[in-house]
């Protein structure tokens, strides 16, 4: 499994996930099949945004018109994690299974090294599996900088 995520795409996750620093950005990424055309940068109204997300309703449905009109989908819903790993927190998990959202992937942006943010996709399954989903953008592999290797 991957998904295209094109290199403008990723700097505007990166932008994003910087503006709202240290409050976490969430947001939807729209195209066809596996590639990515559009973000949907998304306001979150969670009360303690410091750690969790919750995506304004009135954003999703923005998006969810702009996909039914331009024959698009929902390809992913990403955050942001300012003080943690990009990898799927427990809440993140049962979130997405209680919500209903285990279709699209979850792309996490890492600031835990501002200068080297890190962004990772997942698949989360209905029994709780997360499946690191490989990202490309414009034909060669997106490689995530590691820390220290
Ligand atoms: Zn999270």
């Given at each position: 499994?991957k998904?295209?995520?094109?290199k403008?795409?990723i700097?505007?996750?990166?932008?994003?996930?910087?503006?709202?620093?240290?409050n976490?950005?969430?947001?939807?990424?729209?195209?066809?099949?596996?590639?990515?055309?559009?973000?949907?940068?998304?306001?979150?109204?969670?009360?303690?945004?410091?750690?969790r997300y919750?995506?304004?309703?009135?954003d999703?449905?923005?998006?969810?018109?702009?996909?039914?009109?331009?024959?698009?989908g929902?390809?992913?819903i990403?955050?942001?994690?300012?003080?943690?790993?990009?990898?799927?927190?427990t809440?993140?998990?049962?979130?997405?299974?209680?919500?209903?959202?285990?279709?699209?992937?979850?792309?996490?942006?890492?600031l835990?090294?501002?200068?080297?943010p890190?962004?990772?996709?997942y698949?989360?399954?209905?029994d709780?599996n997360v499946?690191?989903i490989?990202i490309?953008?414009?034909?060669?592999?997106?490689i995530?900088?590691?820390?220290n290797?």
């Amino acid at each position: 499994m991957k998904i295209i995520i094109p290199k403008t795409i990723i700097s505007k996750l990166i932008e994003h996930a910087l503006l709202e620093d240290p409050n976490e950005c969430c947001g939807l990424l729209i195209g066809k099949e596996n590639m990515v055309t559009n973000i949907q940068n998304c306001t979150n109204i969670h009360t303690s945004p410091i750690t969790r997300y919750t995506i304004d309703p009135k954003d999703l449905l923005k998006a969810e018109n702009f996909s039914d009109e331009n024959n698009m989908g929902i390809l992913a819903i990403y955050h942001s994690h300012t003080h943690s790993q990009a990898y799927p927190s427990t809440t993140d998990i049962e979130n997405a299974i209680e919500s209903m959202w285990t279709n699209p992937y979850y792309v996490l942006i890492s600031l835990v090294d501002k200068t080297r943010p890190i962004i990772r996709a997942y698949k989360i399954s209905d029994d709780k599996n997360v499946e690191e989903i490989i990202i490309q953008h414009d034909g060669e592999a997106y490689i995530s900088p590691t820390k220290n290797s």
